[in-house]
């Protein structure tokens, strides 16, 4: 009966092991993990894409990844002061360019899987509500007095005629 206890009780440090071992490869990706979800599931890709491809948007992604790259640059260069991505040695710059160019594409590719509907289910964003009336109309409905903001005309005694 004690030897039950004892393959138990190693079962269980070897489980604590084996989730710690994971856990230990699977922290530094977190953050790409965590930017795939997001992108994915906490965006409503359907108002961005008109945002992006109708409204002028692509310029201010292209100008945040471009402040993104030298700010990315200065601060984290490489300690050999080069990047050797497959299997080419590339500046400080050009890799951070490279990496940029990455996590955009997978941006659009969480957004692409998003549009294509595979994640329906997940992926619920309310319907926007339309603005309330504000009051401001000249349709004559009861509204005319503006509370003080329509200007009196002052008349000087003048008669208007001079």
Not at 9 to 18: G, I, K, N, S, Y
Not at 29 to 57: D, S, Y
Not at 88 to 106: A, D, P, Q, R
Request: aromatic fraction near 12%; charged fraction near 10%.
């Amino acid at each position: 009966m004690l030897s039950v206890f004892e393959s138990l009780f190693e079962l269980f440090f070897a489980l604590v092991d084996l989730v710690g071992s994971v856990g230990y490869m699977v922290l530094p990706w977190t953050p790409l993990v965590a930017w795939i979800v997001f992108w994915l599931l906490a965006v409503n890709w359907t108002k961005l894409r008109v945002q992006i491809t109708q409204e002028g948007g692509w310029i201010a992604l292209v100008l945040i990844a471009v402040v993104w790259i030298m700010v990315w640059g200065v601060v984290s260069p490489p300690a050999s002061g080069s990047y050797h991505l497959f299997g080419l040695t590339i500046s400080n710059f050009v890799g951070k360019t490279v990496y940029v160019t990455g996590l955009y594409c997978l941006m659009l590719l969480a957004g692409a899987a998003q549009l294509s509907g595979c994640c329906a289910s997940c992926c619920q964003f309310a319907d926007d509500v339309p603005e309330a009336d504000d009051h401001h109309g000249h349709d004559g409905h009861g509204h005319d007095d503006h509370g003080g903001h329509a200007l009196a005309v002052v008349d000087h005694g003048h008669g208007g005629h001079h």
